[in-house]
């Protein structure tokens, strides 16, 4: 079991930069692929990227490719999702999330084993 708790996000500029963080308590941390989702208002969760356990690959979706870039730093337990270049369309609740077996790009919310409680990102055109 793992517990998930978001932080940062809020309100941006189109244009600016926001940082999410996602810190991880229960087991070890590194037996997890972490992810990030979000959900627009009406609309499905949406894969946004995800690292492996070692933090060594990283994978994105195309719609936030070169503007978005997941960490993760294992012996603080913690996930960051750095995010620039921000547009109206990336506003969503974002969801950090946790997959226990494998390795590579999980990018189906099925996926995933446990969540975070969201975090509100607003862009202002």
């Known amino acids: 079991q793992v517990q998930l708790v978001e932080s940062g996000g809020g309100l941006v500029q189109a244009g600016g930069s926001l940082r999410l963080s996602c810190a991880a308590s229960?087991?070890?941390?590194?037996?997890?692929?972490m992810a990030w989702f979000r959900q627009a208002p009406g609309k499905e969760r949406d894969f946004v990227g995800c690292?492996?356990?070692?933090?060594?690959?990283?994978y994105y979706a195309d719609s936030v490719k070169g503007r978005f870039i997941i960490s993760r730093e294992n012996g603080k337990n913690t996930m960051v999702l750095q995010m620039n270049s921000l547009k109206p369309e990336d506003q969503a609740v974002y969801y950090c999330?946790?997959?226990?077996?494998?390795?590579?790009?999980?990018?189906?919310?099925?996926?995933?084993?446990?969540w975070g409680q969201g975090n509100q990102v607003n862009v202002l055109s």
């Open positions: 999330a946790a997959r226990t077996y494998g390795q590579g790009a999980f990018a189906s919310k099925n996926e995933y084993d446990y």
């Open positions: 229960g087991r070890t941390f590194n037996a997890y692929t």
């Open positions: 690292i492996t356990r070692n933090g060594g690959r990283t």
